[in-house]
């Protein structure tokens, strides 16, 4: 089956997404030279095959949250923001300081490094099922988890406090998820954090404002994520998390509820949609290191093809800052699928904002809402 992606911000397509194959990218054209000379053209037709390397077609996944929550709309005619080439540019730029004599001096770096997605490092184990286990706060403010509770959690699987001890515990029987941050497995097999946020399944996938999460967006852990079964399905229906290096300082947008940016105060505040524009055709990736081609095999290529889909058609909400700009795959289970590298011939100018919701909000607050938790992360 060929699909067709629409010019620019052409009208929404009402069919769901599936698999971009291997032979993926036919280029056709919908005007002028310039875009022809510069490599990319604003239609791309894409050849979607749902079958794997041995011919089947995989089981996908449930969707997290409703249907309406900003995880499952789609964003593909949604307008571009006015201010978006501005805004992602800004978010190349990563502030750092150094020391000067007596004095401290901010030292931008414009970061332009092509997308990465981690599989391991910096990302989020989610576990179901296995042993009931005490799950225990460790200090005295631990948002939603005053109380010690008893999860069903896989023995064999542990938080990593290398990447800030993130975790998530889904509880299917009762359509919940925990996330925890500063997570460790103790010697008496109990898991023990300084900071849980739980989620209702079924619910929006975000906070009001000013609540905080077990990452600095407020977000949570595990939405977004780039999961096994959607890989092997070929099928990703929902928008990808996204961190880029210069977040802006001091303001969000919903869905986030706060904020750990620290670029621009006017760059791309955490809580935007940034979508891969309908006319980039993705480059083969280069190995930033060596500047080497990276040599996909043609199921490597099958499932960025399926990832390219999803950043057309969902987009990616910005979650947090990194390095270099970063999606998320689930972490133990995704390594032995992808690489990393696979989309290493997308940059961050590759992408536009969608409109922002009008209101932006600050943080942290000058004057906090009653109800609201801005505090607990310490």
């Known amino acids: 089956m060929t699909r067709r992606l629409p010019c620019a911000t052409g009208g929404r397509r009402a069919v769901p997404v599936v698999l971009v194959a291997t032979t993926a ?11 022809e000379a510069s490599g990319r053209t604003p239609v791309a037709d894409v050849t979607i095959d749902p079958r794997g390397a041995d011919g089947t077609i995989a089981p996908g996944e449930r969707p997290y949250f409703a249907e309406d929550s900003p995880w499952n709309t789609r964003v593909d005619g949604a307008p571009v923001d006015p201010r978006s080439k501005e805004m992602m540019e800004l978010a190349t730029l990563r502030l750092g300081v150094r020391e000067s004599g007596d004095r401290v001096v901010v030292q931008p770096r414009r970061i332009e490094d092509p997308v990465y997605i981690n599989t391991e490092s ?41 990447y800030d001890g993130w975790f998530t515990i889904l509880d299917s029987t009762e359509s919940v998820a925990y996330d925890l941050w500063r997570a460790r497995r103790e010697d008496d097999g ?12 079924d619910g929006p996938g975000y906070s009001p404002p000013h609540v905080v999460g077990a990452r600095g967006s407020g977000l949570p852990l595990f939405a ?3 999961r096994p079964g959607e890989l092997q399905a070929g099928e990703i229906d929902h928008a990808l998390a996204i961190s880029v290096p210069g977040p802006a300082e001091g303001s969000f947008v919903q869905p986030a509820s706060s904020t750990d940016g620290n670029g621009s105060a006017d760059s791309l505040p955490e809580g935007a949609r940034i979508r891969l524009r309908a006319d980039v055709v993705p480059q083969p990736p280069i190995d930033p290191e060596t500047g080497r081609p990276v040599r996909l095999t043609a199921q490597q290529q099958r499932l960025a093809d399926a990832i390219v889909v999803a950043l057309r058609t969902y987009g990616a909400i910005v979650v947090d800052r990194a390095r270099v700009p970063t999606l998320y795959a689930q972490r133990d289970v ?25 209101q932006r909000h600050q943080y942290p607050p000058e004057h906090e809402s009653a109800g609201s938790t801005s505090a607990g992360r310490d």
């Not at 036919?26 to 875009?35: E, N, P, R």
């Not at 900071?195 to 399944?201: A, E, Y």
Request: charged residues 25%; contains cysteine.
């Open 25 to 35: 990218l036919l280029l056709a054209g919908c005007g002028g030279g310039d875009d």
């Open 334 to 358: 995704t390594a032995d699928l992808i690489r990393g590298n696979e989309l290493q011939g997308l940059f961050l100018d590759d992408f536009e904002v969608v409109e922002l919701p009008a």
């Open 122 to 162: 910096w990302t989020t184990p989610v576990v179901a099922g296995g042993q009931p286990t005490d799950v225990v706060c460790r200090q005295a403010r631990c948002g939603d988890g005053d109380d010690t509770v008893v999860l069903d959690i896989p023995a064999d699987i542990d938080p990593d406090p290398r």
């Open 190 to 201: 109990s898991i023990s954090y300084h900071f849980m946020r739980k989620w209702d399944l």
């Open 224 to 226: 977004g994520l780039i």
